[in-house]
Structures are given as structure tokens and as C-alpha cells.
């Protein structure tokens, strides 16, 4: 693919356009989480207008989740599934 050196993987959701994009094209996929990004109940990210400080205990509990049990608390305290499948973790 022009403009992406062979080899470079694409970083992204998984469960998105992001994935099927890199499947369709053959780019090796790494699936990212995030530490300090909260989802809502379809998957997708929240970004914040104005970034607030996390405690350290949601962070680790958020993180660990994510790791464990491929899933986070949504915003509306609903568990959302994060289908990382077999992809090396971002």
C-alpha cells in the first residue's frame, strides 16, 4: 500500500474500520486500549473537552480490565467487550 512501509503496522480499535481496513489491505493490526480514555455502551471512545485527572485505583482497575478480561466499565457502568482477538496489544 502506497505510503505505508511494509511492515509498519496499523494501531487502532478493534472491532472498527481500522481492523477490517488493515485485514483487507494484509497490514499486520495491533489493537490499542487506553489507560485514561473512558467508552461508552457501543465500544467507542469518549474524548473529554476538558481532560480530568484519574485516580490512580480507576486507572489500574480500568487497565486491568481491559488486559483481563478484554472489557471496560462504559459510561453508563454497563461492561463493554473489547474483541482484541489473538492482536498484539497496544
Not at 467507542?44 to 490512580?56: G, N, S
Request: charged share 25%; no cysteine; net charge neutral.
Amino acid at each position: 500500500m502506497l505510503g505505508i512501509p511494509k511492515g509498519v503496522p496499523v494501531f487502532g480499535l478493534a472491532g472498527t474500520q481500522m481492523e477490517k481496513a488493515a485485514n483487507d489491505l494484509g497490514i499486520p493490526f495491533f489493537a490499542e486500549f487506553y489507560g485514561d480514555v473512558k467508552y461508552s455502551s457501543d465500544g467507542m471512545l469518549v474524548i473529554d473537552r476538558k481532560k480530568k485527572a484519574w485516580k490512580l485505583e480507576d486507572v489500574k482497575k480500568h487497565v486491568s480490565d481491559q488486559l483481563n478480561t478484554q472489557s471496560v466499565t462504559a459510561t453508563d457502568g454497563s461492561t463493554v467487550q473489547l474483541p482484541v482477538k489473538e492482536y498484539p496489544i497496544s
